[in-house]
T-cell receptor, first 110, second 116 residues
C-alpha cells in the first residue's frame, strides 16, 4: 500500500467552479502535508502546506487536514484555465522525505 | 525561497553510458534530495544527500547505480550509471527551506533524460 493515495482523476471543471482534490495517507506519524502543482514539462511548484487539523486558506486555495481520518484535501475556488495542471499531494512520513501521491490532473474548461 | 538550478536541462544518451547531473542552490542548505519522475508517473525519492554524511538511498536504489556527491552546502551531483532505456526519466533535486515556521521542499527545474 502506498503511503499516500490520491484520487487520480482526471478532473474536469468549468471555469469559475470549485475543484476538489483528495488524498489519504497511511502513516499516522506523518506530520505535514503539501500540495504541489505541476504544469506539463515543468517541475513541481509548492502551493500550500498544512500541519494542523482544520482548514488553511491562501487566496483561492484551501487545504484541509483531518488527522483522525488521515485525509487531506485541496479546494480550488473560482477555477481558472491557468489552474489546469497536475496536482500532487505529499506527506512526510519521516525526516522531511516526501511521499507523493499519484497526482490528479485538473482541466478547467473555459 | 532558494533558487535552484540543474544542469543539463535535458540530454539524450546511449545505453551503457553514464550521465552526471548537477544541482546548484543559491543559498546554503543542509538537506537536499534527489527524485525521479518516470513518464506519466509521480515523483519517487532516490536518495537523501546531506552535506557531511554519506547519501542514504531508498529501497530499490543503490549507490553503484546512482552515486551522489555533496561536497558543500550549495551543490550536489547525481550520476546515472550504466544507463538503460528504463532510466529515461526526469531527475529532480530538491532542498528543504524554512518558510513560515515549517520547512518545505522546493524543487529544481529538473533534468529530462532519454536513454536510447
Amino acid at each position: 500500500q502506498k503511503e499516500v493515495e490520491q484520487n487520480s482523476g482526471p478532473l474536469s471543471v468549468p471555469e469559475g467552479a470549485i475543484a476538489s482534490l483528495n488524498c489519504t495517507y497511511s502513516d499516522r506519524g506523518s506530520q505535514s502535508f503539501f500540495w504541489y502543482r505541476q504544469y506539463s514539462g515543468k517541475s513541481p511548484e509548492l502551493i500550500m502546506f498544512i500541519y494542523s487539523n482544520g482548514d488553511k486558506e491562501d487566496g483561492r486555495f484551501t487545504a484541509q487536514l483531518n488527522k483522525a481520518s488521515q485525509y487531506v484535501s485541496l479546494l480550488i475556488r473560482d477555477s481558472q484555465p491557468s489552474d489546469s495542471a497536475t496536482y500532487l499531494c505529499a506527506g512526510t512520513p519521516n525526516d522531511y522525505k516526501l511521499s507523493f501521491g499519484a497526482g490528479t490532473t485538473v482541466t478547467v474548461r473555459a | 525561497s532558494a533558487v535552484i538550478s540543474q544542469k543539463p536541462s535535458r540530454d539524450i544518451c546511449q545505453r551503457g553510458t553514464s550521465l552526471t547531473i548537477q544541482c546548484q542552490v543559491d543559498s546554503q542548505v543542509t538537506m537536499m534530495f534527489w527524485y525521479r519522475q518516470q513518464p506519466g508517473q509521480s515523483l519517487t525519492l532516490i536518495a537523501t544527500a546531506n552535506q557531511g554524511s554519506e547519501a542514504t538511498y531508498e529501497s530499490g536504489f543503490v549507490i553503484d547505480k546512482f552515486p551522489i556527491s555533496r561536497p558543500n552546502l550549495t551543490f550536489s551531483t547525481l550520476t546515472v550509471s550504466n544507463m538503460s532505456p528504463e532510466d529515461s526519466s526526469i531527475y529532480l533535486c530538491s532542498v528543504v527551506w524554512g518558510r513560515g515556521g515549517t520547512d518545505t521542499q522546493y524543487f529544481g527545474p529538473g533534468t529530462r533524460l532519454t536513454v536510447l
